[in-house]
């Protein structure tokens, strides 16, 4: 009877060092995450400056930040840059966590994260930020699924937009013809026309809820217009509200000769400001669904 005992007493073969995979190298690798970290303040700035000067560029972040709320300005126009139709956004781990894998040759999506603090010279934190790469759904195997559409009750719309409003409204008959709504700072009122439909009081209430918003005691309506007017286009992105009647064919000559900073700047007052009202409208939206969940025990 053959013998096969040796199969198990033979020394095992010595184990080959991998000969494709190149040796770690830190300093490699620290170079490498600070150009991309450089590359991606570069692409900031480069798109912020084409978005002065370019409507549609503009228009298009305004988009972006209406889906992407959370998301700073750096980052919304980051992906403005990068993949403007985004919807979903994960790294390659939390995709693989979800059970789904991105596409082979995709290329990613940079964007900032939030890295270490450090004290600044003038004794002050700073946060430093590194470039991590993400993937939208469009680029993995994940059955993308279409976005619930919600439909509010437009008087719930309504009373949602105005809540805590940091100023009073009152209804006027004696609004000029090409005027829906208006601020008015001296009283701190909004004058609202009446007997307009829904939308068209939303999207012009919007814009003047945005002004009052803004009024913090040195406020000019000259110069607070155009933040009011993109405050305005987002809040009606993200609420289902017709923008068809915003323009942005034409950029303010202010807005257009402005450098990156600066530019960074105004969008970053848009955001705050759009961001504040959704806050204020979603108290409203989450305490009619707790009402209406408690109405169906």
Excluded at 25 to 47: C, F, H, M, P
Aim: net charge negative; glycine share 4%.
């Amino acid at each position: 009877m053959p013998n096969y005992d040796d199969i198990f007493t033979s020394p095992a073969p010595a184990k080959e060092a991998p000969t494709d995979l190149p040796a770690f190298n830190k300093e490699t690798w620290v170079g490498k995450k600070q150009q991309e970290r450089s590359d991606a303040y570069s692409l900031i700035d480069d798109t912020a400056l084409k978005m002065a000067c370019n409507g549609e560029l503009f228009q298009t972040y305004l988009d972006v930040q209406a889906r992407f709320d959370r998301y700073s300005v750096g980052n919304a126009i980051l992906i403005t840059a990068q993949n403007p139709e985004a919807t979903k956004l994960a790294d390659f781990d939390k995709w693989k966590e979800d059970g789904a894998y991105v596409n082979k040759g995709e290329t990613g999506i940079t964007l900032l994260e939030p890295g270490n603090e450090y004290e600044r010279e003038d004794g002050s934190t700073g946060v430093s930020y590194n470039a991590k790469k993400v993937f939208d759904v469009s680029q993995t195997n994940a059955k993308q699924k279409a976005e619930p559409v919600v439909t509010r009750d437009e008087r719930l719309l309504l009373k949602a937009l105005i809540n805590d409003a940091p100023c009073q409204l009152s209804i006027s008959e004696n609004l000029p013809d090409n005027v829906n709504a208006v601020y008015k700072p001296d009283s701190k009122t909004i004058l609202i026309r009446q007997g307009m439909d829904a939308q068209t009081i939303f999207r012009s209430l919007a814009n003047e809820l945005a002004h009052a918003h803004m009024d913090k005691g040195d406020y000019k309506r000259s110069e607070s217009s155009f933040n009011a007017y993109c405050s305005a286009y987002i809040l009606c992105k993200r609420n289902g509200i017709s923008v068809d009647t915003f323009n942005f064919d034409r950029m303010p000559e202010t807005v257009s000769k402005m450098d990156a900073p600066a530019m960074r700047r105004q969008l970053a007052a848009i955001r705050d400001v759009s961001n504040e009202i959704s806050m204020d409208m979603n108290r409203v939206f989450e305490k009619n669904q707790k009402n209406r969940d408690d109405g169906a025990r």
